[in-house]
């Protein structure tokens, strides 16, 4: 099974409007609504690609009961841990004549201790062996930045392969409790590490974050590709040339794939190929729109990886 993990989750609302412009009333002319969060969108792209996945984390109140809805009425099956708060509704103000947008996050409902516990012990009746476990995304207030360590130190007892995709002190902390897989892009690698210029300086920085505890690590570099290393050797992926029209989410398609791949025992070359190609057709596409296994697979021949040392 292949489990996803959202601890922020929200609706993401997108009003369209003629202009942006202040202090004035602006009328929308179409109104789109989505099921944020990095969880979601890796449960989204396996849905469509026939693969079953349980989403789960904190959801409260009216927002958060549409979320589960939406979720099921996608084919996505959930076991969330319901808070007393409400989950949080994103907005975002886009022109259709302007290249401009205003976009505003709540910053969540504050998740108590006995909602972090229950969820902590939700995790522990249904970690298994072999079983695949996507960790992502930012943190809502309540929740510490040690919880996807202390998830990771949980599921490793069961011996499950562990993907994390965070940022900041909630990447570092996971990172030294020894994921499976760690995933940041350039800036959340250099941020871990201390060492910009990560593509220049690659093998230091993939040696600073095994050295954390991290079996392997691909880092996403957007346009200009990934590296992966499995702790005794280091691969350059060239990502196929798309024409980009939102790369937002595009590092959660390339997890989503290379998730589908390890769980179907795809080796490396082969998932690693599906999942930079996947974020390549992501980033190509307008809106939220998940990649589907045919795009994908026809950029496949354009994913070339290359060793760069040892």
Known sequence: MIYTLTLNPAIDRELSVPYIAFDEVLRTRAIREDYGGKGFNVSRILAGWDTESIALGFVGGYTGQKIQTGL??????????????????????????????????????????DEIYALQEKIRALAAGDDWWVLSGSLPPGVP???????????????????????????????AAGPFLAKPNAAEAGELTGIHHVQLQSADVMAAI?????????????????????????????????????????????????????????????????????????????????????????????????????
């Open 72 to 113: 099921n009425a996608l084919g996505i099956h959930t076991d969330f841990v319901k808070i007393s708060g409400e989950t949080r509704t994103n907005i975002s103000i886009v022109s259709n004549t302007q290249r401009e947008h205003i976009k505003v996050n709540e910053p969540g409902p504050t998740i108590r201790p």
């Open 210 to 310: 095994h050295q954390m505890g991290v079996e392997n690590v691909l880092i996403t570099l957007g346009k200009d590709g990934a590296l992966f290393s499995d702790g005794a050797h280091l691969w350059f992926i060239e990502t196929p040339s798309v024409e980009e029209k939102n790369p937002i989410g595009a590092g959660d398609s390339s997890v989503a794939a290379l998730v589908w791949g390890l769980n179907r025992g795809q080796p490396w070359s082969e998932a690693l190929r599906w999942s930079i190609a996947c974020g390549a057709v992501a980033a190509g596409l307008s809106g939220t729109a998940a990649p589907t296994k045919a795009q994908v697979e026809a950029l496949m021949a354009q994913v070339h990886i290359t060793p760069i040392g040892n």
């Open 145 to 175: 930045d040690t919880i996807y360590a202390d998830i990771i130190r949980i599921l490793k007892t069961s011996r499950a392969h562990i993907i994390l995709d965070a940022s900041g002190a909630a990447l570092k902390l996971g990172c």
